[in-house]
T-cell receptor, first 113, second 114 residues
């Protein structure tokens, strides 16, 4: 069982909707990540938070807005998405940005109509 | 852009056989990791090898790292049907603004037939 919990597991939204993906971990990890994964492709890094501060933004379009309210929670706010944004969105955490092992959630599968 | 290239892209073997997957990368790294992903699920960390290590074992897994050739291999011995999954190598950059950034290779799809 993963110790990183993502909700919802599935999300269908229209291009004009506003929705959010949520991620929670209670391992005391201080780095949290959002990855995007298309079918049959590797995960692609979107954002990294370290000690609740955004430390890496991989030039992600502004229609994706991350938020880290506290050390246990990570949100990804979605607005005016495009059909090509449909993908599996994976959240992960690690003890720190400098340490190695990432713990992944099961992902939120997003479909944009 | 993705850092790692893996080969083969797909590997099909019988239960009990060994599976070897290779990964190459381009820049200096802090460490290299291998992850497994069952279809449509999250990734599971398998093993981490640091840049100053050459070989590491964990159960049926053996990982090697050759920093001079910028390559790594993952060997799964005595494979089982439950090992069927996609396997990704991931590299952690050594420095600069991307310090700690984990970048995944293209992955190898392993199918183990009972």
């Amino acid at each position: 069982d993963t110790e990183v919990t993502q909700t919802p597991k599935h999300l269908v939204m229209g291009m004009t909707n506003k929705k959010s993906l949520k991620c929670e971990q209670h391992m005391g990890h201080r780095a949290m990540y959002w990855y995007k994964q298309k079918a049959k492709k590797p995960p692609e890094l979107m954002f990294v938070y370290s000690y609740e501060k955004l430390s890496i933004n991989e030039s992600v379009p502004s229609r994706f807005s991350p938020e880290c309210p506290n050390s246990s929670l990570l949100n990804l706010h979605l607005h005016a998405l495009q059909p090509e944004d449909s993908a599996l969105y994976l959240c992960a955490s690690s003890r720190s940005r400098e340490t190695g092992e990432l713990f992944f959630g099961e992902g939120s599968r997003l479909t944009v109509l | 852009s993705q850092q790692g290239e893996e080969d083969p892209q797909a590997l099909s073997i019988q239960e009990g056989e060994n599976a070897t997957m290779n990964c190459s990368y381009k820049t200096s790294i802090n460490n290299l990791q291998w992850y497994r992903q069952n279809s449509g699920r999250g990734l599971v960390h398998l093993i981490l090898i640091r840049s100053n290590e050459r070989e590491k074992h964990s159960g049926r897994l053996r990982v090697t790292l050759d920093t001079s050739k910028k390559s790594s291999s993952l060997l799964i011995t005595a494979s089982r049907a439950a090992d069927t999954a996609s396997y990704f190598c991931a590299t952690v950059f050594a420095g600069g603004t991307s310090y700690g950034k984990l970048t995944f290779g293209q992955g190898t799809i392993l199918t183990v037939h009972p």
